[in-house]
């Protein structure tokens, strides 16, 4: 089986069809998106739409329950929370109830989707450091985590005799029996490492393997999009530096 994982959509239309048209070229599956499809991005209706027709699991983002408002924003920067009203006031009901229905965790597979972490998922923390991968390893049983959230791809992994949890940079990621896994496939609408080209990961379980994947989308339109729509112009700026 080979899975598309994605994430971090943030109602980025263009950055969403690139990513789609890559996982396709590569013979996936099934479609898996770990939360956050609404927010910042000025397409929130096509970006449900398009989610929900392609992915067989998804799990709520903290942005997907802002926007319906099972999520305070008060801890929200300025630029998101504009964000969030912005995108309340698109949604249609069925839209709303089909975000308000998100779970937060799912299992598919032997692995588990989570958007922030598997220790506490509604408490939307980040796992930044092996400190916190470690801690969250003793959170789940499966054997790979796939999350997002914080929008940067990283890869930690935990040699299961010798209890040592590592990260790693590399984007191919051999899947061995004595280790586990906790893979942020970064973002496909707003990437934050500094590399603007959107992301996402392919998990071929024939392969063993995790590959992190960037592909290139129309920039250009998705910040006109922003911009017209009459959200914060940083939401434009920050997608040319990945940011
Ligand atoms: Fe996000």
Same mark, same amino acid.
């Given at each position: ?102 779970? #937060? ?15 506490? #998922? ?12 470690y801690r969250n390893f003793k959170a789940f049983e499966e054997k790979i985590c796939f999350v997002g959230h914080s929008h940067s791809p990283m890869v930690f992994t935990l040699n299961t005799r010798e209890h040592l949890c590592e990260h790693t940079s590399?984007?191919?990621? #051999? ?39 960037r592909v290139e989308y129309d920039i250009k339109s998705a910040r006109r999009k922003i911009v017209a729509a009459g959200l914060p112009e940083g939401l434009s700026l920050r997608l040319v530096a990945g940011i």
């Open positions: 089986m080979r899975y598309g994982i994605i994430a971090d959509i943030h109602s980025n239309l263009e950055a969403l069809q690139s990513v789609l048209a890559a996982l396709r070229e590569r013979g996936v599956d099934e479609y898996i998106c770990a939360g956050d499809i609404v927010g910042y991005g000025a397409d929130p209706g096509a970006c449900i739409k398009k989610t929900r027709e392609v992915c067989q699991v998804i799990v709520a983002g903290n942005h997907d329950h802002a926007a319906v408002d099972l999520l305070d924003t008060e801890y929200f920067n300025p630029e998101a929370k504009k964000a969030v009203l912005w995108t309340r006031r698109q949604l249609s009901e069925e839209e709303k109830t089909f975000l308000k229905g998100l779970k #937060p965790t799912a299992v598919r597979d032997g692995f588990l989707v989570v958007h922030s972490t598997p220790l506490v #998922p509604k408490e939307w923390n980040y796992i930044n450091s092996t400190f916190d991968a590399d984007t191919k990621v #051999p899947i061995f029996d004595e280790y586990r896994y906790i893979i942020n496939v970064g973002s496909v609408g707003q990437p934050r490492d500094g590399n603007p080209r959107a992301s996402f990961a392919v998990y071929d379980t024939s392969l063993k393997q995790v590959e992190i994947i």
